[in-house]
């Protein structure tokens, strides 16, 4: 085949789902202010949370400690759900978010493994096995 150029670097995707039940229709703009990732991308298993009324674009949803040591760990906002694969970082991401479903546990990023129950309580519809 001649003319045709490899422009993508081959990965190796995780099976985050078992199941996709539904996703939020028409997806979310992200707002990445402040997010770094060294890879450039957004993995996918991250939370995400609903839009913003003013801006109509959706953060990234992170899990902060209680003021004390002893209070529990809480959500930095409400989540909408899991984002579905992973997006590169970029001026005007576009992602499409999973609102119910089956979500492997092992397959999310260490921090959200070591909170599920407090996910699970913020997420009713997703099931995490």
């Known amino acids: 085949m001649q003319g045709v150029k490899k422009t993508a670097i081959g990965s190796f995707q995780k099976v985050i789902f078992e199941s996709v039940i539904d996703t939020f229709a028409g997806g979310v703009t992200l707002d990445l202010d402040g ?3 060294p890879d450039n991308i ?4 991250t939370l995400i949370g609903r839009k913003d009324p003013v801006t109509g674009l ?12 002893e209070d529990p760990k809480t959500l930095s906002e ?3 759900g899991y984002l579905r694969t992973d997006i590169p ?4 991401p576009l992602a499409a978010v999973v609102i119910e479903g089956i979500v492997r546990r092992q ?6 493994q070591e909170n599920i129950d407090l996910i699970d309580a913020a997420l009713p519809k997703m099931t995490s096995v």
């Open 35 to 37: 997010y770094t990732n």
């Open 42 to 45: 957004v993995p996918g298993g």
């Open 58 to 69: 959706a953060k990234i949803v992170t899990i902060e400690d209680g003021t004390a040591p």
């Open 78 to 80: 409400k989540p909408l």
């Open 89 to 92: 970082v970029d001026d005007n």
């Open 107 to 112: 397959a999310l990023p260490e921090e959200y």
